[in-house]
Structures are given as C-alpha cells and as structure tokens.
C-alpha cells in the first residue's frame, strides 16, 4: 500500500518542493499552509506520517501536535529553522519521532520518513510474532539491548526513546564495543546517501545520547569520547 504523508508547513515553496519530492517516491502526499485547518484534516483522516514545521502562525507545530496526539497515535517528524534544544526536548516528549532542523537534505527527509514507517510497521507486529523478511537480532551490550527490528532501546531494563538519527548512531557504535568510530564512519551511518553534515552535527547527537542515557541512570558513561579521533562503546562501561 502507498503510505500517506502529510506535510504541514506555512512556507509554500517548501510544500511544493518537498511535495514533488516524496511523489516521485511514491507516497501520497497532503500540503497544508494553515495548522489550524491541517488539524481538522489529520482528526479527520489521519496519515501515516506527519511531517510538521514548528514554527507557524496562529497554532505552532508542537500545539498542533498535541492536539493531534488526542486522536492519533501516527508518527511525526518535526522541522525547525533553529537547532533549539529545548524545542527539540520539548517535541520528543510531545511524541514526535524525529527532528530535522531547516535547511535540510530532501533525501534525508524521505530516508527519515522510510526509517520511521519501517519501525512503526514492525512494531505493529504482536509480540511473540515474526515480522515477515530478515529480521535483524537485538544487540546485548551489558546493561545495553538495542532492538533494531522494532527499533527499541532499554538500559538496565528502562525503555530510552531514541530518533531515528540517534538511534542509528548507538548502533554504529554498539555493532564493535571497545572501537573507535570517527565522526566521519558516524556519518555515514546516520545519514548515509552522501548527505552532508558537519562534525558538530555529530557532537550534538552524542550529547543528546548521553542526556537521554543519563536521565535513567546518572552513572551513564558507556559512550566515550576520544578527542580528536572519535567516539566508542565501551562494553566494561556497560
């Protein structure tokens, strides 16, 4: 089935941009300018995926999430013009499922929305069921279980809700305990199609990591740096 994404944005040009893009990948794609009639629609018939602007007028994307929450467990993503990280605190614990700060990649954006409907769909499957094709193994780490099938992470037992971009980061790096992944091999595993991203892109995620890790255990130090070299998971940390 063709998946439907809605695309709220009070910025025309990105609409139609944006629009034809994820068209020509095959989805159905709904375009609202306004927050306020982009919510009556969603209540109404909601998509799969919400692509949302958190800058509006009138209502802003995180109200309007909200607002949509009440009737809809479908996923989101936000956009932002300004890598604000109380927005980005604020729009996680709202239930947006991933965040993409202005001016971003069209080809990130559609990787994101892919990433995000293929763990919603996995995780529809009812426990004790496979999902149908490969499926990969959760990765034990000591206190660490990441769960790339229904892209879930625990630490000592304790659900640590990670985007896609964070997630995809942990696992690079749990994949080899005790190496050292540079920012470059980060990258490219978070983003991948040669999207461009600078090396502070990267610092921002693994603070973001840390903070999320922290907040279930203040002992957290199993992510470490190696200045001027890189980052590691150290499995003794764990």
């Known amino acids: 089935m063709t998946a439907s994404i809605a ?11 944006v629009s034809i893009a994820l068209q020509s990948e095959g989805f159905a794609v709904r375009v609202y300018s306004d927050s306020e009639a982009a919510l009556k629609a969603l209540t109404e018939n909601p998509p799969d995926l919400a692509v949302l602007d958190i800058k509006m007028p009138r209502m802003d994307g995180m109200e309007l999430l909200r607002r949509f929450r009440e009737r809809s467990a479908a996923p989101a993503i936000f956009l932002t013009s300004k890598d604000d ?59 660490l279980k990441l769960d790339p099938a229904r892209h879930r992470v625990e630490w000592n037992g304790h659900d640590v809700t990670l985007t896609v971009t964070e997630f995809l980061i942990l696992d690079s790096l749990a994949q080899r305990p005790g190496f050292v992944k540079s920012r470059d091999q980060l990258m490219d595993a978070a983003y991948q199609d040669d999207v461009y991203v600078d090396d502070r892109t990267i610092d921002s995620h693994i603070k973001r990591l840390r903070r999320k890790f922290r907040a279930v255990d203040d002992s957290f130090k199993a992510i470490e740096t190696l200045y001027g070299v890189g980052y590691r998971f150290s499995e003794e940390a764990a």
């Not at 947006?96 to 990787?111: E, G, H, M, V």
């Open 7 to 17: 695309l709220v944005d009070d910025d025309r040009n990105i609409l139609t941009s």
């Open 85 to 143: 990280e109380l927005d980005e605190a604020l729009g996680l614990a709202m239930g947006a499922d991933d965040y993409i700060t202005k001016p971003f990649s069209q080809r990130l954006l559609i990787a994101r929305i892919r990433a995000i409907l293929r763990r919603t769909e996995a995780r529809a499957v009812p426990e004790g069921e496979q999902p149908a094709g490969p499926v990969a193994e959760p990765i034990v780490r000591g206190r």
